[in-house]
Nanobody, 123 residues
Framework: QVQLVESGGGLVQAGGSLRLSCAASGRTFSAYTMGWFRQAPEKGREFVAAISWSGDSISYADSVEGRFTISRDNAENMVYLQMNSLQPEDTAVYYC????????????????WGQGTQVTVSS
């Protein structure tokens, strides 16, 4: 069982940066693949980035590649999403997610979800 709590969201101007954090509970955190997803108003939840348990395998959505960086600290049970060059289209609620196994892009492949943190980018 894993419980996830996101933080770090807020309001930022276009071109700015934010760092999201996800605190995970559970002694087996290091065994989980971790991911970030987002959901904009009136849109479905979409994959943003994911990192394998070891950190060796990382995937990004095309829309954030080169601007966002996912990382993890297994000793601290933390996952991060550094977001640079933010644009209004990045506005969404961002969710942290966990699963056992390889990275998958579909939301229904993830077992645990946080409550989300709002990111708003003004133009």
């Amino acid at each position: 069982q894993v419980q996830l709590v996101e933080s770090g969201g807020g309001l930022v101007q276009a071109g700015g940066s934010l760092r999201l954090s996800c605190a995970a509970s559970g002694r087996t955190f290091s065994a989980y693949t971790m991911g970030w997803f987002r959901q904009a108003p009136e849109k479905g939840r979409e994959f943003v980035a994911a990192i394998s348990w070891s950190g060796d395998s990382i995937s990004y959505a095309d829309s954030v590649e080169g601007r966002f960086t996912i990382s993890r600290d297994n000793a601290e049970n933390m996952v991060y999403l550094q977001m640079n060059s933010l644009q209004p289209e990045d506005t969404a609620v961002y969710y942290c997610a966990a699963r056992l196994g390889l990275v998958v892009l579909a939301t229904n492949g993830w077992n645990y979800w946080g409550q989300g943190t709002q990111v708003t980018v003004s133009s």
